[in-house]
């Protein structure tokens, strides 16, 4: 079975970002979300963790060996910057996922698009 590829969820994040409806909001929030921290922990070598969001965010936040080796072409404060962007969107799809009140936007999930899509990128580069 071949490895799935989490940039197709940021694909489809992208599409239902495009139709203006509670539910596709919600979920283009939460697929970006997904994507992003799932390219992330790939990068990384993260795979099993009991706590991978909070595994994850330490590594970043410590600029761990495993973060600067995995992610050597991308400078201190851009990691940072993906961690900080991660953490606003983790709590974005909190409340896409969880929060039935929660008064989300097409413009939120479109940008939670934009900024995850920009991450991707800037991660792929070191693969090319």
Known sequence: MEKFD????????QMLAQVNRPENIRCAISKSYYALFNILCQKVGLRDSFDKHKTLMDRLADL???VTNALAWIEDDDIE???NELRKLRRLRNQADYDAHAMLSQTAAQDACTKAQAMVE???KGEN
């Not at 989490?6 to 994040?13: F, M, T």
């Open 122 to 124: 800037m991660i792929a």
């Open 6 to 13: 989490w940039e197709n969820y940021l694909k489809l994040a």
């Open 64 to 66: 761990d060996i495993s």
């Open 81 to 83: 910057w993906i961690a």
